[in-house]
């Protein structure tokens, strides 16, 4: 197992662990991603588990290719919170779509998605260092989340790890505000400061 995926898995355990303290209220309450609940995201956390290619077309064309996210989570948020975590619990290392790129998707979509549902309830979480390291480099570049657009001609600068990238109006604060404001999550922006900041957050209004 590389060291990537050991680190993907790590995550999803930590998550699994925090989710297993929830109560059933906790589950439907709302997270930083819009209309979704807790459940939501943990739905869309595994949705792509078990996907061959053939699933994986099947789903895009369902879902138009950009509603295939809200397609997995149909499928998926039908099953009670322990099913739910149950079905985490068994699918720690990434499998299936997740699993590409050395399991790129699978950190970064758990240690993201794992903040959005601690962030709206307010339960904050020091991520491990060299995760949060990883995880920054791997968001900076994604043109899936948009990430490029939003942070050129910015210097982010982590204040509580050693971690800095590009260049210009710098930005600055805690790692894990800086990948979320980079995935494009308003709610980190009060966490962070400098001149950049500005253009960071009409970016991402």
Same mark, same amino acid.
């Given at each position: #197992?590389?060291?990537?995926?050991? #680190?993907?898995?790590?995550?999803?355990?930590?998550?699994?662990?925090?989710?297993? /303290?929830?109560?059933?209220?906790?589950?439907?309450?709302?997270?930083?991603?819009?209309?979704?609940?807790?459940?939501?995201? !943990?739905? %869309?956390?595994?949705?792509?588990?078990?996907?061959?290619?053939?699933?994986?077309?099947?789903?895009?064309?369902?879902?138009? !290719?950009?509603?295939?996210?809200?397609?997995?989570?149909?499928?998926?948020?039908?099953? =009670?919170?322990?099913?739910?975590?149950?079905?985490?619990?068994? %699918?720690?290392? =990434?499998?299936?779509? /997740?699993?590409?790129?050395?399991?790129?998707?699978?950190?970064?979509?758990? /240690?993201? %998605? %794992?903040?959005?549902?601690?962030?709206?309830?307010?339960? *904050?979480?020091?991520? =491990?260092?060299?995760?949060?390291?990883? !995880?920054?480099?791997? /968001?900076?570049?994604? *043109?899936?989340?948009? !990430?490029?657009?939003?942070?050129?001609?910015?210097?982010?600068?982590?204040?509580?790890?050693?971690?800095?990238?590009?260049?210009?109006?710098?930005?600055?604060?805690?790692?894990?505000?800086? #990948?979320?404001? #980079?995935?494009?999550?308003?709610?980190?922006?009060?966490?962070?400061?400098?001149?950049?900041?500005?253009?960071?957050?009409?970016?991402?209004?």
């Amino acid at each position: #197992m590389s060291a990537q995926k050991e #680190m993907a898995r790590a995550e999803r355990a930590d998550l699994a662990d925090f989710l297993a /303290t929830l109560t059933a209220e906790q589950w439907d309450a709302p997270t930083l991603c819009t209309d979704w609940t807790v459940k939501d995201v !943990v739905a %869309h956390v595994i949705s792509y588990e078990e996907l061959g290619t053939a699933g994986l077309v099947q789903r895009f064309a369902k879902g138009r !290719v950009v509603r295939a996210n809200e397609v997995g989570v149909a499928e998926y948020r039908v099953l =009670p919170p322990d099913r739910l975590l149950d079905f985490l619990r068994g %699918h720690l290392y =990434p499998q299936g779509l /997740t699993a590409a790129f050395d399991g790129m998707i699978a950190l970064v979509d758990a /240690t993201i %998605h %794992h903040q959005d549902i601690r962030r709206s309830l307010r339960q *904050p979480r020091v991520v =491990p260092a060299e995760r949060l390291r990883r !995880v920054l480099d791997l /968001t900076r570049g994604n *043109p899936r989340l948009r !990430v490029p657009r939003r942070i050129r001609g910015l210097r982010l600068r982590a204040d509580d790890i050693d971690w800095e990238a590009g260049a210009g109006a710098e930005v600055v604060g805690p790692g894990e505000a800086l #990948m979320m404001a #980079m995935a494009g999550r308003p709610d980190a922006l009060p966490d962070l400061r400098g001149p950049g900041l500005p253009v960071l957050a009409a970016r991402l209004s």
